[in-house]
């Protein structure tokens, strides 16, 4: 079983920028593809970025293309999403989640586990 926990959420301006990281707990994690969703109230959870489970390819949402980037340690069980130029728009909980196979996609339904997220505040 692999248990996800994101942190580095908070309130920002526009423009700012945040880190937000993806910490696993399990026995290992570099097998899993990685992916950073999102969800605003009233909206459906949509696709931010994603990595393969050794960093050989990213791919990211045509909305944060040039504006984020994700990255990954396996070694330390960690995975990163930089935010940068941040916009009102990237306001809501962002969820980390591990692939069921170590390929990266942009869909939510390749992910198997999901942590609880955490919030994203920009303000205008």
């Known amino acids: 079983q692999v248990q996800l926990v994101e942190s580095g959420g908070g309130l920002v301006q526009t423009g700012g920028s945040l880190r937000l990281s993806c910490a696993a707990s399990?026995?290992?994690?570099?097998?899993?593809?990685v992916g950073w969703f999102r969800q605003a109230p009233g909206k459906e959870r949509e696709f931010v970025a994603s990595?393969?489970?050794?960093?050989?390819?990213?791919y990211c949402a045509d909305s944060v293309k040039g504006r984020f980037t994700i990255s990954r340690d396996n070694a330390k069980k960690q995975v990163y999403l930089q935010m940068n130029s941040l916009k009102p728009e990237d306001t809501a909980v962002y969820y980390c989640?591990?692939?069921?196979?170590?390929?990266?996609?942009?869909?939510?339904?390749?992910?198997?586990?999901w942590g609880q997220g955490t919030q994203v505040t920009v303000s205008s």
């Open positions: 399990a026995l290992a994690f570099s097998p899993y593809a």
């Open positions: 989640a591990a692939a069921w196979a170590g390929q990266a996609t942009m869909s939510t339904l390749d992910y198997r586990y």
């Open positions: 990595i393969d489970w050794n960093g050989g390819n990213t």
